[in-house]
C-alpha cells in the first residue's frame, strides 16, 4: 500500500544536539501525525497538525505541516538520552475510518 | 490512567494453537483497529471496526479474525498461528476525524 518516505532512517546524535526529521508523500493528506514509540511500548502522539502551513510545538518539538499537504518535518530542540526512540509520522485523510500512512520510522540515539 | 489497555503484554502460544489477545478503551471512541508491527517496521493495519462495521484490509490473512462484542472491547484472534506471525499488536481507537490512541501492544511469540 501507499508509503510515506521517511528521512533518515536513524541518527546517532550527541546530548544537546537539535534534530530535524521529515517526511514527504506524493499523495495529499489532510492531518500529519508525529508519534514517538519506545522499546516494547505502543506509539504515542507527539503532535498532530490539522492545517496547510500549520507550525506547532510541544515543548521541544516543534512540527510544521508542509504548505503542499504531501510533507511535514519534526525538529527536536537540545536533544536529551530520554529522546531515544523512533519516531513515526503518519498521514490521515480524515475521512470514515480514519485510515493511517505509516513512514517508515527514524530511529533516534543520543549519546550523554 | 491507561485508556486503551491491551492483555497480556507478552504471549507466549505454539505453533498451530489458537490463541486470542484482547484490547480494552475508556475513551468511549467509536472506531477501533488491530495493527501487526514486526521489528524496526512500521506497523500494519490488519482491520478496524467503525462501530460495529468490521473493514478487513485486503492483505490481511484469512488466520486473523476480530470480534468487537461492544464498545469498550476488541479481540484478535489468531486462528493458527505460524512462526511467520511472531510480532508486535497494537490496539488503537480513534473518534472518527481524530488522531489514533495506542495500546502499549502484546508482543506474540510463536514456538
Known amino acids: 500500500g501507499q508509503q510515506l518516505n521517511q528521512s533518515p532512517q536513524s541518527m546517532f546524535i550527541q546530548e544537546g544536539e537539535d534534530v530535524s526529521m521529515n517526511c514527504t508523500s506524493s499523495?495529499?493528506?489532510?492531518?500529519w501525525l508525529w508519534y514517538k514509540q519506545e522499546p516494547g511500548e505502543g506509539p504515542v502522539l507527539l503532535i498532530a497538525l490539522y492545517k496547510a502551513g500549520e507550525l506547532t510545538s510541544n515543548g521541544r518539538l516543534t512540527a510544521q505541516f508542509g504548505i503542499t499537504r504531501k510533507d511535514s518535518f519534526l525538529n527536536i530542540s537540545a536533544s536529551i538520552p530520554s529522546d531515544v526512540g523512533i519516531y513515526f509520522c503518519a498521514g490521515q485523510l480524515g475521512s470514515a475510518g480514519n485510515m493511517l500512512t505509516f513512514g517508515g520510522g527514524t530511529r533516534l540515539m543520543v549519546k550523554p | 490512567d491507561a485508556m486503551v489497555i491491551q492483555n497480556p503484554r507478552y504471549q507466549v502460544t505454539q505453533f498451530g494453537k489458537p490463541v486470542t489477545l484482547s484490547c480494552s478503551q475508556t475513551?468511549?471512541?467509536?472506531?477501533m483497529y488491530w495493527y501487526q508491527q514486526k521489528s524496526s517496521q512500521a506497523p500494519k493495519l490488519l482491520f478496524h471496526y467503525y462501530d460495529k462495521d468490521f473493514n478487513n484490509e485486503a492483505d490481511t490473512p484469512d488466520n486473523f479474525q476480530s470480534r468487537r462484542p461492544n464498545t469498550s472491547f476488541c479481540f484478535l484472534d489468531i486462528r493458527s498461528p505460524g512462526l511467520g506471525d511472531a510480532a508486535m499488536y497494537l490496539c488503537?481507537?480513534?473518534?472518527?476525524?481524530?488522531?489514533?490512541?495506542f495500546g502499549n501492544g502484546t508482543r506474540l511469540t510463536v514456538t
Open positions: 488503537a481507537t480513534s473518534r472518527s476525524g481524530s488522531p489514533l490512541h
Open positions: 475513551l468511549n471512541h467509536n472506531v
Open positions: 499523495s495529499i493528506f489532510n492531518t
